[in-house]
């Protein structure tokens, strides 16, 4: 198994997604040089609007093996769920349905929605990181933190701090792409 699957999709971790993205944009210009295009922003802008929906089911994915569950939920929560494999028998938020919904359905809608117009090249990239990074800081509130991690600075998880570089960046390659349509 080690052979066939990559490393970020055999990751322990919650935070796989991070990794999968820094990976796939370092792979993404050694894909764009033999075309002679150079332009690795055009492909990830073709890519994003799809990306959503490889979240979604990895969402799903999760809430069916009962892993990555909320933080504890007010029992007269009407969804709130016991996840067996969290070792306790306390009403949890199914984090898993709000991150399908928010940085799967959600953005998908947002992107394709986005996308169905000319843009400027790296516009919808940075939307998708802004998007994505946004979605996640809010569903990492209902998410139980890494247990060897907790929560860090301010209050925060690991899966937040991660999320503002990102948003930074989606911004900053929003902003860039449209200075240079201009």
Same mark, same amino acid.
């Given at each position: 198994?080690?052979?066939?699957?990559?490393?970020?999709?055999? !990751?322990?971790?919650?935070?796989?997604?991070?990794?999968?993205?820094?990976?796939?944009? !370092?792979?993404?210009?050694?894909?764009?040089?033999?075309?002679?295009?150079?332009?690795?922003?055009?492909?990830?802008?073709?890519?994003?609007?799809?990306?959503?929906?490889?979240?979604?089911?990895? +969402?799903?994915?999760?809430?069916?093996?009962?892993?990555?569950?909320?933080?504890?939920?007010?029992?007269?929560?009407?969804?709130?769920?016991?996840?067996?494999?969290?070792?306790?028998?306390?009403? +949890?938020?199914?984090?898993?349905?709000?991150?399908?919904?928010?940085?799967? $359905?959600?953005?998908?809608?947002?992107?394709?929605?986005?996308?169905?117009?000319?843009?400027? &090249?790296?516009?919808?990239?940075? &939307?998708?990181?802004?998007?994505?990074?946004?979605?996640?800081?809010?569903?990492?509130?209902?998410?139980?933190?890494?247990? @060897?991690?907790?929560?860090?600075?301010?209050?925060?998880?690991?899966?937040?701090?991660?999320?503002?570089?990102? &948003?930074? $960046?989606?911004?900053?390659?929003?902003?860039?792409? @449209?200075? +240079?349509? &201009?």
């Amino acid at each position: 198994m080690t052979k066939i699957v990559p490393h970020y999709f055999q !990751k322990a971790g919650k935070d796989a997604i991070f990794d999968f993205l820094v990976s796939g944009e !370092k792979g993404n210009p050694l894909v764009c040089m033999p075309t002679g295009t150079g332009k690795s922003v055009v492909i990830a802008d073709f890519i994003a609007p799809c990306v959503p929906l490889g979240l979604a089911s990895g +969402r799903v994915g999760n809430f069916i093996n009962g892993e990555l569950w909320g933080r504890e939920a007010d029992p007269s929560l009407p969804w709130a769920m016991v996840f067996p494999s969290s070792g306790t028998l306390i009403p +949890r938020h199914p984090s898993q349905a709000y991150q399908f919904l928010g940085e799967g $359905v959600l953005l998908f809608v947002i992107l394709w929605l986005y996308a169905r117009h000319p843009r400027p &090249v790296g516009a919808v990239s940075g &939307v998708f990181m802004v998007g994505y990074g946004a979605a996640r800081f809010g569903a990492e509130y209902f998410r139980e933190p890494d247990a @060897h991690l907790g929560l860090l600075t301010l209050g925060l998880s690991m899966g937040q701090w991660l999320c503002v570089p990102m &948003v930074a $960046v989606g911004v900053a390659l929003w902003l860039w792409s @449209h200075r +240079r349509a &201009v």
